[in-house]
């Protein structure tokens, strides 16, 4: 019966620890795509790569917009993303936002007058609610994925 226990607990782990990696890689895969310009086949328009630099990750608050900030590295927010995703546990909420003033007018679009008097009769991207809205489609097939590596690493030649 001890054996059987130790198969059990074995197998508990593993769904668990494939169950993470699902979340983190489908989490990471928001990220890259959200993030992902028109030229390369997503929703996010691109002029400077400002608005993309801008893109943060945190798991205790959704960042805040960055009022007055002119220019965002990509490095150092690509990298604290990664490290905030993986550092995320199954259940746990993972925030992305834009800190770019502009972002909220690149991804709704507007029409009418600014705060400096400029006139606007922008459409909308909508590359957050994009990729949002394909969210389970995501997590599905980084599913397949993940079961797949594990399929492979146990494949008799």
Do not use: C
């Amino acid at each position: 019966m001890a054996g059987f226990a130790a198969q059990v607990t074995a197998w508990a782990a593993q769904t668990e620890a494939r169950t993470r990696a699902v979340f983190r890689s489908s989490a990471q895969r928001v990220a890259n795509e959200v993030r992902q310009t028109v030229n390369e086949g997503g929703r996010m328009p691109i002029k400077t790569g400002n608005l993309r630099r801008s893109l943060l990750g945190s798991t205790t608050a959704m960042p805040s917009i960055v009022q007055g900030q002119g220019e965002f590295s990509f490095t150092d927010q690509s990298g604290g993303i990664e490290l905030t995703i993986a550092g995320a546990d199954i259940g746990q909420t993972i925030y992305l936002g834009f800190q770019a003033n502009y972002a909220r007018r690149m991804n709704y679009g507007f029409v009418g007058e600014d705060s400096r008097g400029r006139s606007y009769n922008q459409e909308g991207y909508h590359f957050i609610e994009g990729v949002a809205q394909r969210w389970q489609r995501i997590v599905m097939e980084e599913a397949v994925l993940i079961q797949g590596r594990v399929a492979g690493a146990f494949a008799r030649p």
